[in-house]
């Protein structure tokens, strides 16, 4: 069985620090990736998505990028955090393409201050 | 900009009642239509999908509705219980990888 893991759980980071959040999926290869932000109560925004190892495309400019560095391995981050970076962090996988299901991880709950 | 708008924003219905959930979208390219829902504090899990070949998706107490005419399509949910209670997200893929999700529907469903 696939499973997707998201760290940290919860962050409380300073304007202006530097952030990095990973996931990892398990027991699928060569998965569609994603990452996804969402404010509290709001709508899931899509960031980045990425094909294979290496490549990586932006779908919304947030000052943040992302890296694939192995093939069950997803990461986002920034150098300097925004208050605007404040919310929930998703990633998720799917089977191939954009015509299936979106799996995420438990999410990654991030607090500029 | 492509998108896919939901509403209402919020809704409440009393148990038993039958909920429904409207979502309408602009772009002809888009060929999946999945509608996930969002327990507080957890991530989104789909609910249950739709291609544009078929007009009505079920799966129990769920139906999807689909009209490629109009570009709209609604949830409804039969026979509504207090665990349903959750946000529902609509959402809709086009070819390159990108799935766009309408703002949301908060449902209550009062005992």
């Known amino acids: 069985a696939q499973t997707i893991h998201?760290?940290?759980?919860?962050?409380?980071?300073?304007?202006?620090?530097?952030?990095?959040?990973?996931?990892?999926?398990?027991?699928?290869?060569?998965?569609?990736?994603?990452?996804?932000?969402?404010?509290?109560?709001?709508?899931?925004?899509?960031?980045?998505?990425?094909?294979?190892?290496?490549?990586?495309?932006?779908?919304?400019?947030?000052?943040?990028?992302?890296?694939?560095?192995?093939?069950?391995?997803?990461?986002?981050?920034?150098?300097?955090?925004?208050?605007?970076?404040?919310?929930?962090?998703?990633?998720?996988?799917?089977?191939?393409?954009?015509?299936?299901?979106?799996?995420?991880?438990?999410?990654?709950?991030?607090?500029?201050? | 900009q492509q998108q896919v708008r939901q509403s209402p924003q919020s809704l409440t219905v009393w148990e038993g009642e039958t909920a429904i959930l409207n979502c309408s979208y602009e772009d002809s390219t888009f060929d999946y239509f999945p509608w996930y829902h969002q327990f507080p504090g957890e991530s989104p899990a789909l609910l249950i999908a739709i291609r544009p070949v078929s007009n009505k998706k079920e799966d129990g107490r769920f139906t999807i509705f689909f009209n490629k005419r109009e570009k709209k399509f609604s949830l409804h949910i039969a026979d509504s219980q207090p665990g349903d209670s959750a946000t529902y997200f609509c959402a809709a893929s086009e070819i390159a990888y990108k799935v766009i999700f309408g703002k949301g529907t908060h449902l209550h469903v009062l005992p």
């Open chain 1, 6 to 113: 998201q760290w940290p759980v919860a962050e409380i980071k300073a304007v202006g620090s530097p952030l990095s959040l990973g996931c990892t999926i398990k027991g699928k290869s060569s998965p569609n990736l994603y990452w996804y932000w969402q404010a509290t109560g709001g709508t899931l925004q899509q960031l980045f998505y990425s094909i294979t190892v290496g490549q990586v495309e932006s779908v919304v400019q947030l000052n943040l990028s992302a890296s694939r560095p192995k093939d069950d391995q997803f990461i986002l981050s920034t150098e300097k955090l925004l208050l605007s970076h404040s919310g929930f962090y998703l990633c998720a996988w799917s089977l191939d393409g954009a015509g299936n299901t979106l799996y995420f991880g438990e999410g990654s709950r991030l607090i500029v201050v």
